[in-house]
């Protein structure tokens, strides 16, 4: 919101400097991102042109100073061919002190060219020699100096100005044509010289998205009084009724709607002081019965619409027309201002009269009603509509106005008829005409005053300062609330601006917010919490999935974060081509960003693999892990099944080449199967096991089932071949683990046990045993520690070796041993001890037996 402070002043005095001001309100919410000085002198320190150097630091300083002696008003007398050159002409100005002769080759002097003295002096912006001006021709802002030349024979040494060469506006086709009240001689400061605050206003503050508002808001901060406007109209024609009929089908989403009337008008342009404060407020000036819409909305906060009552007129047959505003009917279109055909859903609210749509409601008006240059009456609209529907409605259509920015925050449908007797009046005074007595009103849905109680002891207890009743009442009727003090409460009820108040313990909440930024944020005093704190409780599960999370990058993985959004297709890659799918119903999305992604995932190891695809083209060597939930539908409610995973993927060379050797042979299970087991052992997880199993996603042969403590982990192994192929991968194996994340971390042991480092040297064998070749190796583990007890201190298999020398069927285990008591060095009888416990339970338990050779 760009408010200009000339604007600002028509409603509430200023005693501060525009920095200060700017600064408090800031303070109170309203963030003052940039002052931009048009002409009058910056603060000290500050060079022309743009600068980021900001006084405080919150706000931005930009401008242009306008030298008082040299840029003045002029009055051009006569415009005169240049004898030279067709597109230059020579005008005759008078700057209050002499007669001078400019050059210029501004277009729009050229219907004055050659016709003599005028009849009436055109007043301009008039740059004596030495004024400091941006150059007109150059991109940006671009300082320059007006120095004495010769051009096509003729001396120069002064101009007449666009906006741009003053810094107003970018606008540089012609020379700025002054009202005609301009006295001349005036430094131009002096007449038109402003400041523009440009704020940003957040949803809550919507209310502050015009010049009222923002008056308002100074007014309470500063304790000045606010001059609201007199929203009366000089209504010289007949009464409104019989000229048009409303007929709202749906008070929920058009709760006001309200029409005035005026005949007569002439279209023109705006006087230049209403073209210049809507340029500064950011809105280009059309002509002024449409620059009367956007002023009073810029003023007052009601986007305001403009009909040529004529063509609507025709578009009923001759008949008073009838305004209907109702949702889009299938196939519906509607060509709006922006000269764009679109097509309306059956959610879009249109304003609509008996032979079709108008405009888009809230948002934009249709091109066939609009006022043009041939529009002599004009039926003016204001209304209020449902701010969801608006912001859905704009988002869809990818359509933002001023108007839509206002609506889809929320207006007060009280604003509705004080915008339009406001515009209604600016329409009469700048294009002529007569207002109808009276407005065509329906009001079908008013909303409820929200009221409030707040007590000292509330503004004590919420924000540590000490109110009485009367300063809380005084602040709170700085603000227009209507409020009552009655046994030590103040009773408040929202103004009709408002639509932010809520009520209860919110609307308690929405008030203290108010107590607080009137009274000064900065004021507050800092006070230690008085209330007790709350027992510090850990939360077990999140820290467990932390350590999880570290152990995985210490080695060596990389943590990804996926979309959790898909769909079945995607997913359905992930399985071997035959294999049915999970038949749990997917969470559909109501409103998908795109369409491949219209429900959430049921699968983390799908997402991880198109991370790989993207990924493996661009780095030869991948280590990926990603923590997430899957989701599923929920037979219980509305709210999905979260389901939180744990997916490992690896491919590529162990390591990448480098200055020293590595081993650069490609990973295997083994090494997934190493990752998975330095996981279990970091998190003291003992009872593990692996099993042989089959997944539809994994390599037959090459897939392991998991489990912890006897329950299901989950799955890990070798992509299937068939799955490789339906994704762009290169060559060599991928390795994936995909494992439930409850059950690892309840399978976490709050406590485990840790032992000293040992004083006593250990006692280091090898043994090589022969068994079946169905028997796992953790199998032939598992008993030589059970056989060795606390002594086997560790069990480590080194080779493996099948071949005729163990038999068919058959295969050897090698495993080195480690026996090592905590408070003594064992004898070799004790190690010949332990070893003979071993084998005997080999033999009895798995049929074992020693390899000699």
Not at 387 to 403: D, F, G, H, M, P
Not at 705 to 723: A, C, I, T, Y
């Amino acid at each position: 919101m760009k408010v200009p402070i000339s604007w600002l002043r028509e409603y509430v005095d200023i005693s501060l400097s525009i920095e200060d001001l700017a600064h408090e309100l800031t303070m109170a919410g309203l963030e003052v991102e940039e002052i931009r000085y048009v002409g009058i002198p910056m603060p000290e320190g500050k060079s022309q042109g743009r600068s980021d150097a900001p006084s405080r630091p919150e706000t931005k300083i930009s401008g242009l100073a306008w030298d008082p002696e040299t840029i003045v008003v002029g009055a051009v007398l006569e415009v005169m061919p240049h004898p030279n050159a067709d597109r230059l002409v020579l005008c005759r100005l008078d700057d209050g002190q002499q007669e001078h002769i400019v050059l210029t080759g501004a277009p729009n002097l050229f219907p004055y060219k050659g016709i003599g003295p005028l009849e009436k002096p055109i007043k301009v912006c008039y740059a004596r020699e030495g004024a400091r001006i941006f150059d007109g021709h150059q991109p940006g802002q671009v300082l320059t100096t007006l120095k004495r030349a010769r051009i096509r024979g003729v001396d120069s040494y002064s101009m007449a100005c666009s906006e741009k060469e003053l810094g107003i506006s970018d606008e540089h086709e012609g020379i700025i044509f002054l009202d005609d009240e301009a006295p001349v001689g005036m430094p131009l400061v002096d007449y038109m010289g402003d400041a523009v605050l440009d704020i940003a206003i957040t949803p809550n503050i919507i209310r502050a998205t015009n010049i009222i508002g923002v008056a308002r808001e100074v007014a309470a901060i500063t304790g000045q009084k606010l001059r609201p406007p007199r929203f009366t109209v000089q209504a010289d024609g007949p009464g409104v009724e019989g000229l048009a009929y409303i007929d709202i089908q749906d008070p929920k989403l058009n709760p006001r709607f309200v029409l005035g009337y005026i005949e007569g008008v002439k279209i023109a342009p705006s006087p230049y002081w209403v073209q210049l404060r809507l340029r500064l407020a950011g809105v280009r000036p059309i002509n002024n019965i449409v620059d009367a819409t956007n002023y009073a909305m810029l003023e007052v906060g009601e986007p305001l619409h403009a009909f040529d009552y004529d063509t609507l007129v025709r578009r009923a047959g001759g008949q008073a027309p009838t305004i209907i505003t109702r949702t889009a009917k299938p196939g519906e279109r509607l060509t709006t201002l922006d000269g764009v055909d679109r097509e309306l859903d059956s959610d879009t609210v249109l304003v609509c009269d008996t032979a079709g749509s108008l405009s888009i409601a809230g948002i934009m008006g249709g091109l066939e009603s609009e006022v043009n240059d041939q529009t002599t009456n004009v039926l003016l609209e204001g209304a209020a509509w449902n701010y969801i529907n608006v912001r859905k409605t704009s988002r869809k259509q990818r359509l933002l106005s001023e108007a839509a920015y206002r609506f889809s925050r929320g207006v007060h449908p009280a604003m509705a008829s004080r915008g339009v007797l406001r515009c209604l009046e600016l329409m009469r005074l700048w294009g002529g005409g007569v207002v109808y007595r009276g407005l065509i009103d329906n009001y079908p849905l008013p909303p409820e005053t929200p009221v409030v109680e707040v007590t000292p002891a509330d503004v004590q207890r919420w924000l540590g300062i000490a109110l009485d009743v009367q300063q809380i009442a005084d602040i709170l009727q700085r603000l227009e609330f209507s409020v009552q003090i009655d046994s030590g409460r103040v009773i408040a009820a929202a103004p009709d601006h408002r639509l932010d108040i809520g009520t209860g313990v919110v609307g308690k909440a929405d008030v203290m917010e108010e107590i607080a930024r009137v009274y000064g944020f900065e004021r507050i005093p800092e006070t230690r919490l008085r209330d007790e704190l709350p027992p510090q409780l850990g939360n077990p599960l999140m820290e467990r999935e932390e350590r999880l999370r570290d152990l995985l990058v210490s080695l060596g993985l990389q943590e990804t974060i996926t979309y959790r959004m898909t769909s079945p297709e995607r997913e359905a890659r992930r399985l071997a081509p035959g294999t049915a799918a999970n038949d749990r119903p997917y969470v559909r999305l109501a409103n998908p960003i795109v369409s491949d992604r219209n429900v959430l995932r049921q699968s983390l190891m799908a997402s991880l693999l198109e991370v790989v695809e993207r990924n493996a083209r661009l780095r030869p060597r991948l280590a990926l892990f990603e923590i997430a939930p899957v989701f599923f539908a929920s037979e219980d409610g509305d709210l999905p099944e979260e389901q939180p995973r744990l997916v490992i993927m690896l491919t590529g060379p162990r390591a990448l080449p480098g200055w020293q050797p590595a081993d650069n042979l490609m990973m295997d299970f083994y090494d997934l199967k190493g990752i998975v087991e330095a996981v279990l052992d970091g998190l003291h997880i003992a009872a593990a096991r692996f099993e042989p199993g089959a997944h539809p996603s994994f390599h037959p042969g090459k897939c392991a089932r998991v489990l912890v403590n006897d329950q299901p982990l989950g799955w890990m192994g070798e992509l299937h071949p068939q799955v490789r192929e339906r994704f762009e991968l290169p060559a060599g194996a991928l390795l994936a683990a995909d494992f439930d994340l409850n059950t690892l971390l309840h399978a976490i042991p709050d406590r485990h046990e840790v032992a000293p480092v040992p004083a006593f040297p250990p006692v280091l064998e090898d043994l090589a045993v022969i068994v079946d070749e169905s028997v796992p190796a953790a199998a032939v583990a598992g008993v030589i520690r059970s056989a060795g007890g606390k002594a086997v201190t560790e069990v480590r298999l080194f080779d493996v070796y099948r071949g005729q020398q163990v038999g068919e069927g058959k295969k050897s285990l090698a495993y080195s041993l480690t026996y090592q008591a905590e408070d003594r060095t064992l004898t070799d009888d004790e190690a010949a001890k332990i070893r003979q416990r071993i084998m005997r339970k080999l033999e009895q338990e798995l049929n074992a037996r020693i390899r000699s050779a």
